[in-house]
C-alpha cells in the first residue's frame, strides 16, 4: 500500500513561486510513475505533470516552462516535488500527487493524496 501526503500549497501573487512536496510512503515496484494533478472550482481534473521512474518528464502545455516537476528517491522515502514559477490566477486550484505504474504506453495511477491548494491572486 502507498500513502501520498502532498504540502506546500499556499496563497501568491502573480507572478510568484510555490514548491509543492509530496511524501510517498511505501514500496514501488518497477516501472512506476508519478504525477501532480490539479482541479480548480467547477472543472475537470487536469494532469499537469508526470515523471517517470527513468527520470523523464512530460508536461501539460499550459505550464510548459514554467513548472518543474521532480523527485528524490536518494532517501528511504520517494519524494515527489513541483517547483511553480510565473504563477498565474489560472494556476489556482487544488494539486493532487498521484503515483502508480507505467504499461500498455501509459501511467495508471492508482494512488492519490489529499491535496493541496494554491491560490494565485492578480
Known amino acids: 500500500q502507498v500513502q501520498l501526503v502532498e504540502s506546500g500549497g499556499d496563497s501568491v501573487q502573480a507572478g510568484g513561486s510555490l514548491r509543492l512536496s509530496c511524501a510517498a510512503f511505501?514500496?514501488?515496484?518497477?516501472?512506476?510513475?508519478m504525477g501532480w494533478f490539479r482541479q480548480a472550482p467547477g472543472k475537470g481534473r487536469e494532469a499537469v505533470a508526470h515523471?517517470?521512474?527513468?527520470?523523464?518528464?512530460?508536461?501539460a502545455d499550459s505550464v510548459k516552462g514554467r513548472f518543474t516537476i521532480s523527485k528524490d528517491n536518494a532517501r528511504n522515502t520517494l519524494y515527489l516535488y513541483l517547483q511553480m514559477n510565473s504563477l498565474k490566477p489560472e494556476d489556482t486550484a487544488m494539486y493532487y500527487c498521484?503515483?502508480?505504474?507505467?504499461?500498455?504506453?501509459?501511467?495508471?495511477?492508482?494512488?492519490w493524496g489529499q491535496g493541496t491548494q494554491v491560490t494565485v491572486s492578480s
Open positions: 511505501g514500496y514501488f515496484y518497477n516501472n512506476y510513475c
Open positions: 498521484a503515483a502508480g505504474y507505467y504499461g500498455l504506453g501509459k501511467c495508471g495511477y492508482d494512488y
Open positions: 515523471i517517470f521512474q527513468n527520470g523523464s518528464t512530460s508536461y
